[in-house]
């Protein structure tokens, strides 16, 4: 089985076509926010070329030993979608508390057979914590929708599972987030004489080599060549 692989990329030099440094400066004044310096002169002269990636979108299909599509699928990875963030000068830490909130979606299509869907939609930061946090917009939100055509393959027509669902089947009453979860099982299956399994490295080896070929894609990208990359799956899988 082979993949082929093509990607499309928005780089900081396209940003600033979409959003101008001036019309940033307009935004922030309305505020009354005080202006850094490096939007008097730095801005203009700038090479924003040799900034990294703001948003890629990727499509890649998978072949038979025929040559026949048997399964499609596309990657949308974006630095610039909504935020909270209403401050021009960033937060000594960019990561916790300045403006990011998780907007996330994964669409898994198995025919006519299975749609099962996750979807963890935030609308505000840490700080701002309250009880329930489990809807669409909280904190936790973490939603697994399924729609089964329960007729050919049984089940019931339509299951939903809630990061409240998940944290009740593993007994967990601490209130955090999945994200920190993972990082925690992480270290101790690191750590661990006998770990657990269900994080193996090994078995991210194929979404690993589908990165590797957006980067490679990225850097022909920057040099001006626009190229669809194949690669052998079956060793990977």
Same mark, same amino acid.
């Given at each position: ?5 093509? @990607?499309?990329?928005? #780089?900081?030099?396209? &940003?600033? +076509?979409? !959003?101008? *440094?001036?019309?940033?400066?307009? #935004? =922030?004044?309305?505020?009354?926010? *005080? %202006? *850094?310096? =490096?939007? &008097? ?17 990727? +499509?890649?299909? =998978? ?10 699928? /596309? #990657?949308?990875?974006?630095? %610039? ?16 508390? /300045? ?11 198995? $025919? ?25 917009? $909280? ?17 019931? *027509? =339509?299951?939903?599972?809630? @990061?409240?669902? #998940? ?7 601490? !209130? ?33 080599? !589908? ?7 990225? !850097?022909?990208?920057?040099? $001006? ?13």
């Amino acid at each position: 089985m082979k993949a082929k692989i093509s @990607s499309e990329f928005q #780089l900081e030099s396209d &940003d600033i +076509q979409i !959003i101008r *440094p001036d019309e940033v400066v307009k #935004l =922030f004044q309305k505020l009354g926010q *005080p %202006i *850094p310096k =490096f939007y &008097d002169n730095e801005a203009s002269s700038t090479d924003y070329n040799l900034f990294g990636e703001k948003a890629v979108v990727s +499509q890649f299909s =998978f072949y038979n030993e025929n040559g026949k599509t048997i399964t499609t699928g /596309n #990657l949308y990875i974006s630095q %610039i979608g909504f935020s909270r963030r209403a401050w021009i000068i960033p937060h000594d830490d960019h990561y916790k508390n /300045n403006g990011r909130v998780r907007h996330e979606t994964v669409d898994i299509e198995i $025919g006519p057979l299975m749609d099962i869907q996750v979807h963890s939609y935030q609308s505000k930061e840490i700080k701002d914590r309250t009880v329930d946090e489990s809807e669409v917009g $909280g904190l936790d939100n973490f939603d697994i929708c399924i729609f089964r055509n329960f007729e050919l393959i049984g089940g019931v *027509p =339509f299951e939903k599972i809630t @990061s409240e669902t #998940l944290m009740r089947h593993n007994g967990d009453e601490v !209130i955090r987030g999945l994200n920190e979860d993972s990082r925690e099982d992480f270290i101790y299956n690191f750590f661990s004489s006998s770990p657990s399994t269900k994080g193996e490295l090994e078995g991210h080896r194929l979404a690993i080599e !589908i990165l590797y070929n957006i980067c490679v894609q990225e !850097i022909l990208y920057k040099n $001006g060549e626009s190229e669809t990359l194949t690669f052998s799956v079956d060793k990977l899988i």
